[in-house]
């Protein structure tokens, strides 16, 4: 079955250091991968955008890679904020199926002064 | 411009009662989503409008109905609310579909009791 993965641990980490963030999936085959970031309380903003062909994609602080044969992408923030405290979501779309992008269960950061 | 606009935004219902989740978006998106998000389980797909005129299922869409009534409404509705319906509701929409950023309401906290 289709499986879309996120550590389930919340993610600590001081202030000014980069954040490294997961999204592994199985039995995927992705044309897109998206970040999002959810505030408590809050809908999901999307931050990012990267497709299959792409392997890295930059915007300010943040950039995702995107490994299409490891099944991976990663997500970090450089010179993280206690304003980057969040929960981080990665979707995927399907190519050749369902273009509704499916949603990992997302991983808490948490950025100490 | 508000975007993507839910009502109510807290409701108590009691098991049996029947409601319906309002959501209207105004950056003229051909594309309408529901997804529920529950505690360790991610963001679901309850039902989808690809565009105007046409409603989907997505993931779980048991216990749900869902109106297009319009290019820029879209509405959810309980029938027979049951306890494990308690949850927060998003509605989103996107322009079109493949790779397209979704944007989400704010939410709406639905309690059965």
């Known amino acids: 079955s289709q499986k879309i993965e996120q550590n389930s641990e919340a993610l600590n980490i001081q202030e000014g250091k980069t954040a490294t963030l997961t999204c592994n999936y199985t039995n995927y085959s992705p044309a897109y991968l998206q970040w999002y970031r959810q505030d408590p309380g809050r809908g999901p903003v999307f931050l990012l955008l990267i497709r299959e062909n792409e392997k890295e994609k930059r915007k300010e602080r943040l950039k995702v890679t995107f490994d299409t044969t490891l099944k991976q992408s990663l997500f970090h923030i450089t010179a993280s904020q206690p304003a980057d405290s969040a929960t981080y979501l990665c979707a995927l779309d399907m190519r050749g199926g369902s273009y509704i992008p499916t949603f990992g269960r997302g991983t808490s950061l948490i950025v100490h002064p | 411009n508000a975007g993507v606009t839910q009502t109510p935004k807290f409701q108590v219902l009691k098991t049996g009662q029947s409601m319906t989740l309002q959501c209207a978006q105004d950056?003229?998106?051909?594309?309408m989503y529901w997804y529920r998000q529950d505690p360790g389980m991610g963001l679901r797909l309850i039902y989808y409008s690809a565009s105007e005129g046409t409603t989907d299922k997505g993931e779980v869409p048991n216990g749900y109905n869902v109106s297009r009534l319009n290019k820029r409404e879209f509405s959810l509705r309980l029938e027979s609310a049951a306890p494990s319906q308690t949850s927060v509701y998003f509605c989103?929409?996107?322009?079109w579909g493949v790779g397209d950023t979704i944007y989400f309401g704010e939410g709406s906290w639905l309690t059965v009791v």
């Open positions: 950056m003229n998106h051909n594309s």
């Open positions: 989103a929409s996107s322009e």
